[in-house]
């Protein structure tokens, strides 16, 4: 019986290790993503970019998920649109 529970744990604990690995690496492929796009498409400077990814990240996904649903976003992937909301809480300091 505990082999059996021990069984279960550690399967349930390769599971859950490799499931947080996939998150992590995913958001690290939309980072880059948001990072060029932010950059090198729409021309927020890179200090910029990381000043206000450091310290405006809570308000920009907040930003960006309202203007998800905007008809001119409609159809834009997470990075594109998370990179637009950067760019325009560029613009609103500027």
Not at 61 to 76: H, I, S
């Amino acid at each position: 019986m505990w082999e059996f529970i021990i069984a279960v744990v550690v399967i349930w604990l390769v599971i859950k290790f490799t499931s947080v690995k996939k998150n992590v690496e995913t958001n690290q492929e939309i980072g880059k993503e948001v990072k060029h796009i932010a950059i090198e498409e729409l021309g927020v400077p890179e200090p910029d970019y990381y000043r206000l990814v450091m310290h405006h990240m809570p308000d920009l996904k907040r930003r960006a998920l309202m203007m998800q649903n905007w008809p001119e976003y409609r159809g834009y992937s997470w990075s594109r649109v998370l990179a637009h909301a950067i760019y325009n809480r560029y613009m609103d300091i500027l």
